[in-house]
């Protein structure tokens, strides 16, 4: 059963927006009494379309108890910017796999160079990506799009329990044994194509972000952060 997010909630009546109401009218044809699953601030409720106009007005039919999907740690994904197609990958992906909120970087090597004006609306387009695979992937939330950093010192706002930054010059592994369920947060940062610099490196590394290897291969820019979200995914969620 398809599932959809609303911000609107009077008494025991859910509100759609237009865009998902249009979704449900036009492209799915739903009637009067059909059910839907929809997410109220991360609460998910099995509830009964009762009108159909501009917006979809559903009544709450019953609270669906032990139906969250999110991970036990929130994990904040820094990613550098990359080309338009391969940055739009990773959020949906990176989604999918649980991400809590991403937050696009602009870095000496980045391909993709945004005006802060641009960046703004770039927002906007991805917030809907993440919207549109949070629905798909049955979260509780839709992750959050930070607005664009193009400073490395903002980075220090997104410290999590623990902080990491994939560096193909490092040699350290051992970052995956503190990885485990007890652990309740964690940022990632990834390099664009052409990777993160020394000097920036550097910085990072001021500002109490370690560097870690992600193995013997050289992932993509955008490869690795899923094969680091799938990680994280595994040891804090599946494996025990």
């Known amino acids: 059963m398809e599932c ?3 911000n609107d909630k009077n008494d025991n009546i859910l509100i759609l927006d237009e865009e998902d109401s249009k979704h449900i ?9 059909d059910e839907i699953i929809i997410i109220y601030q991360q609460q998910k409720y099995l509830a009964k379309i009762i009108t159909i106009t ?8 019953k609270i669906l108890a032990n139906s969250s999907s999110e991970l036990s740690c929130k994990i904040t994904l820094v990613m550098a910017l990359l080309k338009e197609q391969k940055f739009d990958l990773v959020i949906q992906k990176a989604v999918e796999l ?12 980045c391909v993709s160079v945004l005006t802060k004006t641009k960046a703004q609306q770039k927002v906007l387009r991805w917030q809907s990506i993440a919207k549109a695979a949070a629905k798909q992937s049955n979260r509780n939330l839709i992750p959050i799009i ?18 990491l930054v994939a560096d193909e010059n490092s040699s350290d592994i051992n970052w ?23 000097e920036e490196i550097t ?38």
Do not use: D, W
């Open 4 to 6: 959809y997010f609303t």
């Open 25 to 33: 009218i036009k492209v799915l044809r739903h009637k009067i009494n």
């Open 54 to 61: 501009t917006v979809v007005k559903c009544e709450i039919s």
């Open 98 to 109: 649980g991400v809590y909120q991403i937050v696009p970087l602009q870095l000496k090597r």
């Open 146 to 163: 930070t607005p664009v950093v193009f400073e490395l010192k903002q980075l220090v706002s997104y410290h999590s329990k623990l902080n």
């Open 176 to 198: 995956v044994n503190e990885i485990n369920n007890e652990l309740s947060s964690i940022t990632i940062i990834i390099g664009p194509e052409g990777g993160i610099t020394s």
């Open 203 to 240: 910085i990072l590394k001021k500002f109490n972000f370690s560097s870690i290897s992600l193995g013997k291969l050289i992932l993509r820019a955008e490869t690795a952060p899923l094969f680091l979200m799938s990680i994280i995914n595994y040891e804090t969620n599946l494996k025990n």
